[in-house]
Nanobody, 126 residues
Framework: VQLQASGGGLEQAGGSLRLSCAAS????????TGWFRQAPGQEREFVTA????????YYGDSVKGRFTISRDNPKNTVYLQMNNLKPEDTAVYYC????????????????????WGQGTQVTVSS
């Protein structure tokens, strides 16, 4: 599976951005799709995930109520709508997919994912 993330940029606090993650290849085998972010000097942090079975979504505590994950199945694309952005949202954002049967069991953990996109920078100014 190949993942292409896009949509990052510079935004002021309180603004919005939408990230896209286009998947190609074995997309029918995807069990879970997630977004993570990583700020300089910090570990990769879970943002949100969508588990195909049951259509369940998950959100990290720091983004609940502000970020929304959605998908466009015909386009094999997942979106991350980010509203009310804060300076602490500044990071490189990565989309990822898990294909293993147990990938959907722990969607908030990095090890559940098999393929990662290249990352897109989001910078929020105060």
């Amino acid at each position: 599976v190949q993942l292409q993330a896009s949509g990052g940029g510079l935004e002021q606090a309180g603004g919005s951005l939408r990230l896209s993650c286009a998947a190609s290849g074995r997309t029918s085998s995807i069990v879970v799709t997630g977004w993570f972010r990583q700020a300089p000097g910090q570990e990769r942090e879970f943002v949100t995930a969508f588990r195909r079975r049951g259509g369940t979504t998950y959100y990290g505590d720091s983004v609940k109520g502000r970020f929304t994950i959605s998908r466009d199945n015909p386009k094999n694309t997942v979106y991350l709508q980010m509203n009310n952005l804060k300076p602490e949202d500044t990071a490189v954002y990565y989309c990822a997919v898990g294909l293993r049967s147990d990938s959907g069991a722990y969607p908030i953990t990095v090890r559940s994912y098999d393929y990662w996109g290249q990352g897109t920078q989001v910078t929020v100014s105060s």
